[in-house]
T-cell receptor, first 109, second 114 residues
Framework: RKEVEQDPGPFNVPEGATVAFNCTYS??????FFWYRQDCRKEPKLLMS???SGNEDGRFTAQLNRASQYISLLIRDSKLSDSATYLC??????????FGTGTSLTVIP | DGGITQSPKYLFRKEGQNVTLSCEQN?????MYWYRQDPGQGLRLIYY???????QKGDIAEGYSVSREKKESFPLTVTSAQKNPTAFYLC?????????????FGPGTRLTVL
């Protein structure tokens, strides 16, 4: 059983499209949730934390559904520069972080 | 600038050799982590440390060793016992207060066994 599961994609979308990624987690006691972005052959970088009330940062919206144990990331008005792998990350106990395998996004001109 | 540094960026090793990967942070974080990433796969935890002079094994600790003698440093040694060490190694750090601790990553070291 994987702690965090994501659809690996790939998602290929045209510029300007809206795309959504989902991620499920297995431990209902998980405390904090994050989306990271990883470019090819680079380190993961924090995109945004995911709060219970949902949060938005420009074109990016993250939501958490504790009852169903999933988190989502919505990207509006996709840009070529959004092409990357998006990692879902869950922190269960304040110590260890559990990573999904990532969802690959390619934005096509 | 605050951040995490890893060196070297690229490392080539002959079979049977031990190599040590460096990780330094100046974020004043208590916790530090080592992950391994293979092509097309997610991050797997090798070791982590919540405090100086203490560390715990992660999911794939066999063939690796670490030390945490200073808060800002967490070197990883890849020993000859690690059967398939070619991978991308990532070091990360985080705070330990509260439940919304965020991990920050260094730029990584690519290790290739020749």
């Amino acid at each position: 059983r994987k702690e965090v599961e994501q659809d690996p994609g790939p998602f290929n979308v045209p510029e300007g499209a809206t795309v959504a990624f989902n991620c499920t987690y297995s431990n209902s006691a998980s405390q904090s949730f994050f989306w990271y972005r990883q470019d090819c052959r680079k380190e993961p970088k924090l995109l945004m934390s995911v709060y219970s009330s949902g949060n938005e940062d420009g074109r990016f919206t993250a939501q958490l559904n504790r009852a169903s144990q999933y988190i989502s990331l919505l990207i509006r008005d996709s840009k070529l520069s959004d092409s990357a792998t998006y990692l879902c990350v869950v922190n269960e106990d304040g110590n260890q972080f559990y990573f999904g395998t990532g969802t690959s996004l390619t934005v096509i001109p | 600038d605050g951040g995490i540094t890893q060196s070297p960026k690229y490392l080539f090793r002959k079979e049977g050799q031990n190599v040590t990967l460096s990780c330094e942070q100046n974020l004043n974080h208590d916790a530090m982590y080592w992950y391994r990433q293979d092509p097309g796969q997610g991050l797997r935890l090798i070791y982590y440390s919540q405090i100086v002079n203490d560390f715990q094994k992660g999911d794939i600790a066999e063939g690796y060793s670490v030390s945490r003698e200073k808060k800002e440093s967490f070197p990883l040694t890849v020993t000859s016992a690690q059967k398939n060490p070619t991978a991308f190694y990532l070091c990360a750090s985080s705070g330990t207060s509260g439940s919304w601790n965020t991990q920050y990553f260094g730029p990584g070291t690519r290790l290739t066994v020749l």
